[in-house]
């Protein structure tokens, strides 16, 4: 691999100029088109059982528009996250969503004709060639259709959301964008944006973080009222919205979005609640070697051991690569293009958004990766993270594109297991006892965040759906909701809290996916099985592996467990062997921490 990597990615591959592009606006026009064609023929039919002429035609439109859509979605959303400032891109993105709104009312006016369809004659088209590969999606959306309020009301609720619910969705950004931290660093004081403050918050110096963290409370307290109000609109919607359908459970949009029954989130739940004890140990031990009776909420994911040391952009480069190709040729192969050809976005510098992800460009069969790298261990996990995202994607690309959507919980389940493939890697290789300290460390931070800190964001949206039915929620109430569910998931084991993490987190106001967080947990967890199963059967799971993420877009989560790992995840014992598994370096690091 080349040395001196690129650290911006590249976007002009597609549209050359960014958001001035003239190659896009076109590229928008010609799908603008397309959808408004398809919309028309779906809205001049008069009802009855469609054809299959209309029905082939209306599959091979609607496809077309959703590939062109979500590329147009990627290109947009990797504009404005490089450059918070890029008005363009604003614009850009509410004219996307309200493609996206059109789209949606010819896929509800699809779906009509699709119910309209007796079930034999349903079963028979399904069943032909053309249509095998996309048969659970259809029927899929035909049982969706009748869950719903009418097509018109649907398109209805879609298009006044553009300015409504994804408009206040959008003002997340405006909100992070805004911050700007003092820093003194080195004699020179300058303004922080949210994404490098929050690099601080993992800084291996305990004055640095302790710093950054009362920094960091008191701009987002700065900003609590507005981040209130964006809230609570945003959990009246969906909850007017969901009364509208006859839906009394918030959990009901995000466990059908994720494939996923409420037995197997019961199951999951349960079975995590059992690795909180072993957890609290680990915590105790990192707080007495940090000299500390208890962690603060900014010391949970700081580094332990030598390994806090900076790791160079091209060494995570390596690293990651060395640490995949010892699971699979291919996804090392898929690192190596996404490294070289400039498919990630890492550069530290100001006016970027905080955080990271992966997203795809099915028209070229290519995805891009946002983040921002400070040289941490931790922004290197994040790195193999979103590259399994990369290769998750790679393996869907080529096929219809209603097979091609997965939800978030398998996504999650690549990205994770692609992650921990480093961490285990650098394990077996670590030299000494520091070493090994400081991978174990970054082990059990992503046991922590996944059956603590995502627990916590669960808890709270959970009680805050409770609640915000009797009315909205001040800044002051979701600071003590957040509180108490941060106690609670994390079992009253650190000495300070995050009262303004709600405010502060991207995730809760993302509008296309409610309950941004169990899926985590599911993804942590079901790759943790997956793990297991590949190192009992060695190179030959690789196989089967790739297998299992191109089956993600077309079978439930339980199918997928069933036919792929013979698990039951309705019951508790996958889930309970998964987080034995998980907290199984506790002890190791307990005797580390204590001579080290």
């Not at 919309?39 to 035609?57: A, C, F, M, V």
């Not at 349960?270 to 900014?298: C, M």
């Not at 995502?454 to 002051?476: N, Q, S, V």
């Not at 909701?481 to 993302?510: C, I, N, T």
């Amino acid at each position: 691999m080349p040395h001196n990597l690129s650290q911006t990615w590249d976007l002009d591959l597609f549209y050359p100029g960014g958001s001035a592009s003239p190659e896009f606006a076109a590229f928008m026009a010609e799908t603008e088109a397309l959808v408004a064609s398809l919309l028309g023929e779906l809205q001049q039919r008069k009802g009855g059982e469609p054809s299959d002429s209309e029905l082939r035609d209306w599959t091979a439109k609607l496809q077309e528009a959703h590939i062109r859509i979500r590329h147009a979605d990627s290109f947009v959303i990797c504009l404005s996250s490089q450059n918070m400032n890029d008005k363009r891109a604003v614009a850009w993105t509410e004219k996307a969503q309200s493609l996206s709104a059109r789209l949606k009312q010819a896929s509800d006016l699809f779906d009509v004709g699709l119910a309209a369809i007796p079930d034999e004659r349903f079963a028979a088209w399904v069943a032909t060639p053309e249509l095998a590969d996309i048969s659970f999606p259809l029927e899929e959306r035909r049982a969706a259709i009748r869950d719903k309020l009418a097509p018109e009301l649907e398109a209805l609720a879609s298009e006044l959301a553009i300015d409504g619910y994804q408009g206040w969705g959008e003002h997340y950004s405006t909100l992070v964008g805004r911050i700007s931290i003092p820093w003194e660093e080195d004699g020179k004081t300058s303004k922080l944006s949210a994404g490098q403050a929050a690099n601080k918050l993992d800084d291996p110096k305990q004055e640095v973080r302790d710093e950054m963290g009362r920094l960091w409370e008191e701009a987002w307290a700065e900003q609590a009222d507005l981040c209130a109000d964006t809230l609570n609109r945003l959990g009246g919607f969906r909850l007017k919205l969901y009364g509208r359908r006859g839906w009394d459970d918030p959990l009901r949009e995000p466990l059908k979005m994720n494939r996923m029954s409420r037995e197997t989130l019961d199951a999951m739940w349960d079975a995590v609640a059992g690795g909180i004890e072993p957890l609290k140990r680990y915590l105790s031990a990192k707080a007495r070697r940090f000299g500390k009776e208890k962690l603060g909420w900014h010391d949970v994911s700081a580094p332990v051991g030598a390994d806090g040391a900076k790791i160079s952009y091209d060494s995570a480069a390596a690293l990651i690569g060395d640490a995949f190709r010892e699971f699979s040729p291919s996804m090392a192969e898929l690192s190596k293009r996404a490294f070289e050809e400039r498919w990630i976005e890492a550069e530290d510098r100001p006016a970027k958004r905080p955080g990271g992800f992966c997203t795809d460009f099915p028209l070229k069969r290519q995805t891009r990766i946002f983040m921002t790298y400070s040289g941490t261990a931790g922004n290197v996990s994040t790195l193999a993270h979103e590259l399994g995202h990369a290769y998750h994607s790679s393996l869907v690309d080529g096929l219809p594109p209603f097979a091609q959507d997965y939800a978030m919980n398998v996504a999650e389940t690549a990205s994770t297991f692609a992650e921990g493939l480093v961490t285990d890697a650098l394990l077996r290789r670590a030299d000494g006892d520091e070493a090994k300290l400081s991978l174990l460390d970054e082990r059990l931070q992503n046991a922590v965040a996944f059956f603590m800190n995502i627990r916590a964001r669960f808890l709270f949206e959970t009680r805050f759906y409770g609640m915000r039915r009797e009315g909205m929620l001040d800044a002051g109430q979701l600071g003590e909701l957040m509180v108490a569910a941060q106690r609670e998931a994390f079992g009253d084991a650190l000495g300070s809290w995050h009262p303004h993490f709600w405010a502060s987190k991207l995730h809760f106001y993302l509008t296309d996916v409610p309950f941004y967080n169990f899926p985590y947990t599911f993804g942590y967890l079901f790759s943790t099985g997956i793990a297991a199963v590949a190192e009992a059967e060695g190179p030959a799971f690789a196989a089967r592996y790739d297998s299992l993420l191109r089956d993600t877009g077309v079978m439930t989560v339980e199918q997928l467990a069933s036919r792929h790992l013979g698990a039951d995840l309705t019951k508790p014992d996958f889930w309970r062997s998964a987080v034995q598994r998980a907290v199984a370096d506790v002890d190791a690091f307990e005797k580390l921490a204590a001579r080290s």
